[in-house]
């Protein structure tokens, strides 16, 4: 028995130490921040290579100064522009190929566009309506649908998730932000709660869509603030399976706090790449947006008011969004100096270094 008690506290303080070291080894990365250290980042500082696309202007792609998200390959191009009903299709080098799908509300039909997928692989597109995911190959061709209600669409590492809000309302309301995974007939196969907010104020409305990207292997979420909430959420998640595990936070100190004590930055999105990790937040005193940048690999913290400054192509200060099926590249929409009222942007893919 002596011998017997002995060996389990070996083991015990065994698995203790290892335990210790495993805890260690998955301290979380925390990147400072300082709200108040102003410095401008050029986009060549941060991008190995950089393409410009110039997107083909037709009678049927006529783009505006609204677009909400663009996929790419090195194949196909797609832009969701509020301003179109219907999602534009380029290939790789920007000629116009087609837009896809059809107007109204019936079976197959966009009603009111409100975000893409695309599976570029197999040459699948998702668009997400009123009340319903469709889905149409490249072609145009209508395949099948769904009835759903999301708020936002993702193709990465070749799994459809969607994010969905959802308000229940009783003796006390709750707002629960759902991440949901889709199987291959739409359907809803296994379902995570991001977090809920009880007695919501207020939405906090703000233009970021970008809040599950891919990386290298790494599949990234952001639990985006839906309400403005007495305390901030700094963290960016590591998505594995079906289950959420922290991956890094930014902490912006009390620089993120006004003269009472109070808080007043509030986070729109947090995303990286294997060397950078980017942020967007607004600072309520004075209402403005700033995106931030941390270099993991030197150390170096960039904040800067509205955008990164163009050096590239020389299209002044940009606010870059990173490719969700690849955060190792970023996109921008601008319009050069010499083009007309009637041209269509240019599409500006960068690639980041490592």
Request: proline share 3%; net charge negative; charged share 25%.
């Amino acid at each position: 028995m002596h011998i017997g008690r002995i060996f389990i506290t070996a083991v015990c303080l065994l698995t203790g130490l290892v335990a210790c070291q495993n805890g260690k080894e998955k301290e979380l990365l925390t990147i400072p921040m300082d709200v108040q250290d102003v410095q401008e980042l050029t986009l060549s500082t941060i991008t190995r290579e950089s393409r410009s696309i110039h997107l083909e202007l037709t009678d049927q792609s006529l783009l505006s100064d609204m677009i909400r998200r663009v996929l790419y390959s090195e194949d196909y191009i797609v832009v969701f522009d509020r301003k179109n009903k219907l999602p534009i299709l380029f290939d790789g080098n920007g000629k116009f190929l087609r837009t896809i799908g059809s107007i109204g509300q019936g079976p197959g039909e966009i009603a009111s566009l409100s975000d893409i997928a695309a599976d570029f692989d197999r040459e699948l597109l998702y668009v997400l309506t009123t009340g319903k995911i469709l889905c149409y190959n490249f072609q145009g061709e209508f395949l099948k649908e769904t009835s759903f209600r999301p708020r936002y669409l993702y193709f990465v590492d070749g799994n459809l998730l969607s994010i969905a809000e959802n308000f229940r309302k009783g003796e006390e309301k709750i707002n629960e932000c759902m991440l949901y995974f889709m199987d291959d007939g739409l359907q809803v196969k296994d379902s995570l709660l991001l977090h809920s907010i009880r007695d919501p104020r207020m939405a906090w409305i703000h233009p970021y869509t970008d809040f599950v990207t891919h990386s290298e292997g790494n599949t990234y979420q952001y639990y985006f603030e839906l309400n403005p909430e007495p305390f901030l959420r700094d963290t960016l998640y590591t998505l594995k399976g079906n289950k959420l595990y922290p991956d890094l936070r930014i902490d912006y100190g009390t620089t993120g706090l006004n003269a009472k004590g109070e808080r007043e930055l509030y986070l729109c999105n947090i995303y990286r790449s294997s060397r950078y990790v980017f942020s967007a937040y607004v600072l309520a005193h004075n209402n403005t947006h700033w995106l931030s940048c941390y270099d993991l690999k030197t150390g170096e913290r960039y904040a800067m008011e509205n955008g990164f400054t163009d050096d590239i192509n020389g299209s002044g200060i940009v606010r870059i969004r990173p490719l969700t099926t690849n955060s190792e590249q970023y996109y921008y929409i601008y319009y050069p100096e010499d083009s007309h009222e009637e041209d269509n942007p240019v599409l500006c893919i960068g690639t980041l270094k490592q």
